[in-house]
């Protein structure tokens, strides 16, 4: 059973950084996709930053896009979400996801609020 575990969620003011951590209990290495989605209350879950095998491409939300970035440490099983210059409309839970190659997984989400 592949866990996903996500830390980092928290309160936040406008315009503040927050840094969203996700462990694997298996190795990262190989995986072909590993990325964020969130959900914010009322609307549909929506792909946030993605990375493919190798980190070779890494695909971004326009909403998000020069704001956040995503890393990996495959030492350490662990994908980095760097989320700059928030907005309230960043509000949501935020997922882990990761894609074998061969099934999708998710984290249980780490909730992120944007508020004075």
């Known amino acids: 059973q592949v866990q996903l575990v996500e830390s980092g969620g928290g309160l936040v003011q406008p315009g503040g950084s927050l840094t969203l951590s996700c462990t694997a209990s298996?190795?990262?290495?190989?995986?072909?996709?590993m990325g964020w989605f969130r959900q914010a209350p009322g609307k549909q879950r929506e792909m946030v930053a993605i990375?493919?095998?190798?980190?070779?491409?890494?695909n971004y939300a326009h909403s998000v896009q020069g704001r956040c970035t995503i890393s990996r440490d495959n030492a350490k099983n662990t994908m980095i979400l760097q989320m700059n210059s928030l907005k309230p409309e960043d509000t949501a839970v935020y997922y882990c996801y990761l894609n074998t190659g061969h099934r999708d997984y998710w984290g249980q989400g780490t909730q992120v609020t944007v508020s004075l």
């Open positions: 990375g493919y095998s190798g980190g070779e491409s890494t």
């Open positions: 298996i190795s990262i290495f190989r995986a072909y996709a």
